[in-house]
């Protein structure tokens, strides 16, 4: 997907200028209507627009005919100008000789450079503005060695998390006038692939790697080829990471079900390969072990099943619920489910089965979508605009100054409480 230019640059016209026809591509094109202007005058002698149509067909003399095509071309010149000149674009060139200087000197105005007198930059600035030049963004971004544009690494982009982030990185795109070009990652090794062609080809200023781990071995080529690159939603220690912390918001979704008195707790992650999934388990096992209950493998059910790269979606968590309401004794009375979408799926097979929500099985979840809402969901809020904007900031930032101090940052999260928990009824 593109990120969009300031709205002066869209809407701008290119400059234009009109130079005469070659005298070849002229007589083409008069030889061109005059071959059709011929048939139509034979069909009818006013057929040309100079008088009113006959019903009958015109026997028109030779002498007439031939004062007649001449009028009427006369006529379609002046009516059409572009007929004699083309309309081609304003060049360097231009603007070079209008300006009495050489492309170079023209070239470096447009780029700032100190290697010219404010006196001449602002006689090249405003030959521009009057002919209304357009430099080459192509062009522009060879010259300073920039593409103004930045890839986006991220496993799954239809996802509502995912959705998220990009408004936030998108919105901040936008204001600093780069263009996104989104890469979908579904097996690791496309990872990998994505990342070494950014390092040879330097088709982008900078790379967001969302969701994803690296490898000691790619970061340390990417901060030896000072290319920067920013961790969203994971971390590295070599590199700016920007990310929730998981395993507190784990740990106090699993907390706040105990505390409003049940025992018999179980989790739905999504794959064991998530990073999410990973530390997430990791605050679930924190807050039994806080409490003194005892961690039982058969109570956590990943979504390894999934087709989809990352188990989070609404049909992984109908599933995985489906398997915990199958028990046959020792059915959970609560449920800490690791996402919004696989939560509102789960919250189906509860009902499916004849049992309320929250009086049989509560839920709590994480990320609080809009939706969330909607179903009355209690869920951890994470702050996954706000995420994707300072990764782009970051990303900017390490840009201008590759050799910036490296940021590592995590967000917290809140509790928001709905009716799903059975907190409003105690």
């Not at 239809?158 to 990009?166: M, R």
């Not at 990342?195 to 000691?216: K, N, P, T, W, Y």
């Not at 290319?227 to 979704?253: C, F, Q, R």
């Not at 398997?323 to 799926?345: E, T, Y």
């Amino acid at each position: 997907m593109q990120g969009a230019r300031s709205a002066e640059a869209t809407n701008r016209r290119p400059a234009t200028r009109l130079i005469p026809f070659s005298r070849t591509t002229a007589r083409r094109k008069f030889i061109f209507f005059k071959k059709n202007l011929d048939k139509r005058l034979t069909d009818s002698y006013y057929e040309s627009g100079f008088g009113s149509p006959s019903s009958e067909s015109v026997d028109v003399p030779w002498k007439d005919f031939r004062q007649t095509r001449l009028l009427f071309l006369i006529q379609v010149i002046l009516l059409n100008p572009s007929l004699c000149v083309e309309i081609v674009p304003v060049t360097i060139y231009d603007v070079a000789k209008k300006a009495g200087v050489g492309i170079g000197t023209v070239s470096r105005a447009i780029n700032g450079s100190a290697q010219i007198t404010e006196k001449t930059k602002q006689r090249v600035m405003q030959v521009i503005a009057d002919l209304n030049y357009q430099p080459h963004s192509v062009a522009q971004s060879l010259a300073r060695q920039k593409t103004n544009t930045i890839g986006c690494i991220i496993p799954f982009f239809t996802g509502y998390f995912s959705i998220e982030l990009l408004r936030g990185i998108q919105r901040k795109t936008t204001d600093c006038q780069y263009d996104l070009i989104l890469y979908s990652v579904d097996i690791m090794d496309k990872r990998d692939t994505f990342l070494e062609r950014a390092l040879q080809e330097r088709r982008v200023d900078g790379i967001l790697l969302v969701s994803l781990g690296i490898s000691d071995q790619l970061a340390e080529k990417f901060i030896a080829h000072k290319l920067p690159i920013v961790l969203l939603d994971s971390s590295h220690s070599a590199l700016d990471s920007i990310k929730v912390d998981n395993i507190e918001g784990a740990y106090a979704a699993t907390l706040h079900l105990i505390d409003l008195g049940y025992e018999r707790l179980a989790m739905i992650g999504g794959k064991t390969s998530s990073v999410p999934t990973k530390l997430r388990l990791q605050g679930y096992q924190r807050a039994l072990s806080a409490r003194g209950l005892q961690y039982d493998e058969k109570y956590f059910v990943p979504c390894d099943f999934a087709l989809d790269n990352d188990g989070f979606n609404k049909e992984s968590g109908y599933v995985a619920m489906q398997r915990l309401l199958a028990f046959s004794d020792g059915r959970p009375r609560a449920v800490f489910v690791s996402s919004d979408i696989q939560a509102i799926g789960a919250m189906q097979a509860i009902r499916e089965r004849g049992l309320r929500i929250p009086d049989d099985v509560a839920i709590v979840a994480f990320d609080d979508i809009e939706l969330a809402d909607f179903v009355r969901l209690t869920t951890m809020k994470q702050p996954m605009v706000q995420m994707g904007e300072l990764a782009m900031q970051r990303l900017m930032k390490k840009i201008e100054d590759p050799d910036d101090t490296i940021l590592d940052k995590h967000f917290g999260t809140s509790l928001v409480i709905r009716d799903s928990c059975g907190a409003i009824h105690v």
